[in-house]
């Protein structure tokens, strides 16, 4: 992978409105939207602990208040498959509900999210499908305060996008990807920061996937203590267009809702 600085890219005035939302405006419905106690994604349903995670699904990890979901990782009382303490974290999926959406070739995703400060966090949004599918809008860990890792498992492609201003523990940061036939183009503070030229081909779709994973330790640092880790999330939007655009109508980059 390489690391690119960003490139500009034009905004129109007005985006159109986007096609599906969540704007955590109101406490979570499980079933209908989003599911939290299973996912395809996770060899056990409710954990997956050969991908190096401690996690242990539990809706009750995520809570939404004041416009905004908070995921919350701490030690929990159950075991994984490999004999390790599980911690309890939260995952939202549209796998298994009863809308059952799905992004598809062409679509642009956003969010706006609070980066972590606890060893250990590891949080994602990234799409699944039938045992493959995944693009991963961007991957976090606070070892590497300043980086996130934007990939394209379907293609073949991504990057370790750098930017020490907009990308950091504690810090709020806007991130947009771009499912292209030909290309997946990954957007950071409102600009084009890489392009993967591979793309997700013309009959491409998955289900979403917003999660605070918890490192068992191989690649990152695992949690030192029991201090319970925490990540937010402002909001999440889908929009259907011709050309890639963002959205920056939320609150300057790096300050609280």
């Known amino acids: 992978m390489s690391t690119l600085r960003p490139t500009p890219s034009s905004t129109p005035a007005t985006p159109p409105a986007p096609i599906w939302a969540e704007e955590f405006s109101s406490p979570l419905t499980w079933g209908r939207r989003w599911v939290g106690d299973t996912t395809s994604a996770y060899e056990y349903g409710n954990h997956n602990p050969n991908d190096n995670k401690l996690d242990w699904l539990d809706p009750s990890a ?48 956003e969010t ?17 499908k039938d045992g493959d599918g995944e693009i991963d809008s961007f991957e976090y860990h606070p070892d590497n305060p300043n980086l996130l890792e934007l990939s394209n498992h379907v293609g073949g492609g991504g990057t ?85 655009f963002v959205t920056l109508d939320g609150p300057a980059e790096g300050s609280t809702p």
């Open 160 to 244: 370790y996008y750098t930017d020490a201003n907009l990308i950091k523990p504690g810090g709020w940061v806007t991130v947009g990807t771009t499912y292209g036939e030909e290309s997946v183009d990954w957007y950071v503070g409102g600009v084009k920061v890489f392009s993967d030229d591979t793309g997700v081909g013309v009959d491409w779709s998955a289900y979403l996937i917003l999660n605070l994973s918890v490192c068992a330790g191989r690649y990152h640092p695992a949690p030192s203590g029991s201090t319970p880790i925490t990540f937010a999330v402002d909001y999440l939007r889908v929009y259907r267009a011709a050309d890639p």
């Open 112 to 128: 706006r999210v609070q980066l972590p400060t606890g060893q250990g966090a590891w949080p994602a949004l990234w799409t699944w």
């Open 62 to 109: 995520v809570s939404v208040a004041d416009g905004v979901a908070t995921f919350t990782a701490r030690p929990g009382s159950h075991t994984l498959r490999n004999g390790r303490r599980a911690w309890t974290t939260g995952l939202l999926t549209t796998e298994g509900s009863q809308e059952g959406f799905q992004v598809t070739t062409g679509d642009h995703i």
